[in-house]
T-cell receptor, first 112, second 111 residues
């Protein structure tokens, strides 16, 4: 069966520091991968999605970037964090042939 | 534009039925989803319905879809305290190839 992992579970970082969040999927090949941010207001904002290695689509221009160095690995990064980057970051995957998205456990990021 | 709307809060008593409503605007929707989010956790897929169906039942969950009115509902029978969570409606847009989420309905179950 397929599982999705996110690392770390929680993170507290100072403003201006770099960021790297990792998402990995097991038990499937060539998934579509997604990064969402859930701010305190509860709504989910799609940040990036990827349909294959090295292929990244950005939904919202901002302080963050994403990379997909391997088929089942999706990285969310920032060179310099802002206070507004605080939130709950969720990774999701889907098979290219289907629409159903499955979510990881999330990473709680607090920028101080 | 693309929009999915839900009421923000619902409170019910344990053992009652809960009905969570959702409206969407996109007429090209193919699948509509219900996700559950417990505090501090990711989103758990509860159920989904294809746009050419009008009802789907899965144990205590019943999904009703009124495509004409673009209205989706999730009914939870015999609601338990463990059902307390935020429930998200999501609409898959064939043209954009992405899920559009509502703001979530926080269900509070009182004993």
């Amino acid at each position: 069966s397929q599982t999705i992992h996110q690392w770390p579970a929680t993170l507290v970082q100072p403003v201006g520091s770099p960021l790297s969040l990792e998402c990995t999927v097991e038990g499937t090949s060539n998934p579509n991968l997604y990064w969402y941010r859930q701010a305190a207001g509860r709504g989910l904002q799609l940040l990036f999605y990827s349909v294959g290695i090295g292929q990244i689509s950005s939904e919202v221009p901002q302080n963050l970037s994403a990379s997909r160095p391997q088929d089942r690995q999706f990285i969310l990064s920032s060179k310099k964090l802002l206070l507004s980057d605080s939130g709950f970051y969720l990774c999701a995957w889907t098979l290219a042939s289907t629409d159903t998205q499955y979510f990881g456990p999330g990473t709680r990021l607090t920028v101080l | 534009g693309e929009d999915v709307e839900q009421s923000l809060f619902l409170s019910v008593r344990e053992g009652d039925s809960s009905v969570i409503n959702c409206t969407y605007t996109d007429s090209s929707s193919t699948y509509l989803y219900w996700y559950k989010q417990e505090p501090g956790a990711g989103l758990q897929l509860l159920t989904y319905i294809f746009s050419n169906m009008d009802m789907k039942q899965d144990q205590r969950l019943t999904v009703l879809l009124n495509k004409k009115d673009k209205h989706l509902s999730l009914r939870i029978a015999d609601t338990q305290t463990g059902d307390s969570a935020i429930y998200f409606c999501a609409d898959y847009h064939l043209q954009g190839g992405k899920l559009i989420f509502g703001q979530g309905t926080e269900l509070s179950v009182k004993p």
